[in-house]
């Protein structure tokens, strides 16, 4: 198994621009969450889902759009990125939340100008 | 705001002693997590506490979970160089919606 992978690794984009972070398991988990790490702010959340088809907000959402149309897949979409969005991002996945390991992906670094 | 707040930001120490990190929360709680990260990677799972133990053990890790002060700790013995690392811990609350919510981390330094 792969577990779970993110591309890209970097990307810079410039302020307004739109991208999506990949993100991707194949441990057949229901639950997958986005988190961004900044600098003394530990990791803090930004979309999560339950099972395909499910989504919910976190607790940084504004800027961001999630989907969850297969098990597989968790893309995170920036809409107009702007440099408060510079962050590494981390996908993480798990069979449920309730007492259950997070596997996370290896980590997307973000530079927005 | 955090649920989990990680205590202290930073500690050194040499290789051989014993490191130990807090963890505070402030609502009742499901289960607690640790996780390492090492610099650049993504965060690996250490150990998990349920609410209704006091202590767990995995090789060199102890984790203690005293519910009544909403406090864990993590203790790494006999610490090594290659266990520096960020450590974090994550909390899954009671009666909330499905998420961890995690703290900001011990950044620990063992020095050879």
């Known amino acids: 198994n792969a577990g779970v992978t993110q591309t890209p690794k970097f990307q810079v984009l410039k302020t307004g621009q739109s991208m999506t972070l990949q993100c991707a398991q194949d441990?057949?988990?229901?639950?997958m969450s986005w988190y961004r790490q900044d600098p003394g702010m530990g990791l803090r959340l930004i979309h999560y889902?339950?099972?395909?088809?499910?989504?919910d907000q976190g607790e940084v959402p504004n800027g961001y759009n999630v989907s969850r149309s297969t098990t597989e897949d968790f893309p995170l979409r920036l809409l107009s990125a702007a440099p408060s969005q510079t962050s590494v991002y981390f996908c993480?996945?798990?069979?449920?939340?309730?007492?259950?390991?997070?596997?996370f992906g290896p980590g997307t670094r973000l530079t927005v100008l | 705001s955090q649920q989990g707040e990680e205590d202290p930001q930073a500690l050194s120490i040499q290789e051989g002693e014993n490191a130990t990190m807090n963890c505070s929360y402030k609502?009742?709680?499901?289960?607690l997590q640790w996780y390492r990260q090492n610099s650049g990677r993504g965060l690996v799972h250490l150990i998990l506490i349920r609410s209704n133990e006091r202590e767990k053990h995995s090789g060199r890790l102890r984790v203690t979970l005293d519910t009544s002060k909403k406090s864990s700790s993590l203790l790494i013995t006999a610490s090594r160089a290659a266990d520096t690392a960020s450590y974090f811990c994550a909390t899954h609350t009671q009666g909330g919606s499905e998420k961890l919510v995690f703290g900001k981390g011990t950044k620990l330094t063992v020095n050879p």
């Open positions: 889902s339950v099972g395909a088809g499910i989504t």
């Open positions: 441990m057949n988990h229901e639950y």
């Open positions: 993480a996945s798990s069979v449920g939340v309730r007492g259950d390991t997070q596997y």
């Open positions: 609502t009742s709680i499901n289960n």
